[in-house]
């Protein structure tokens, strides 16, 4: 072999090895802009969930409320919606619309938690409040299921 035989080899291999690491670089920064999006999504997802479940709870805590001190005026109960769950229902509502390209796979269950809320907001009696409540409770959780099942 020849001189130029060997150099013509060690250009090919420096030349193939500095293209390889190029390649390498670049599909190694690819995935990592793959893994920061993934993150962001499951953190938002995660935080839409983490905020139903808060609204449950509130929920959960008027209902028990107006129970156990046996609440029948329409103006106490409102009261206690309004300290208790209207604000973490707003808590979900900007959520939602901040992050509604990442949460639109939910579009269609969130759309029937706020016709149940619109409904609920419609009542004027506490019978009417107690029913639609109910309902809006079942809705929430049905949707805090189906984010939780898909992620």
Known sequence: MKINDWVSIIVEILGNGIVLAIFGKW????????????????????????????????????????????????????????????????????????????????????????QAWNDFIMQTTPEGLDKKLEEFKKINKELAATVNKKY
């Open 27 to 114: 599909l190694d920064l690819k995935l990592k802009k793959s893994e920061r999006k993934d993150e962001l999504h499951s953190n938002t997802i995660n935080s839409f969930y983490q905020e139903l479940l808060k609204l449950n709870r509130q929920l959960l805590k008027v209902k028990f409320k107006a129970h156990m001190n046996n609440i029948s005026d329409i103006k106490e109960i409102i009261k206690l919606l309004e300290d208790n769950v209207l604000t973490q229902w707003i808590e979900v509502v900007i959520l939602y619309d901040t992050y509604e390209y990442e949460l639109r796979r939910f579009e269609k269950e969130y759309k029937r938690l706020e």
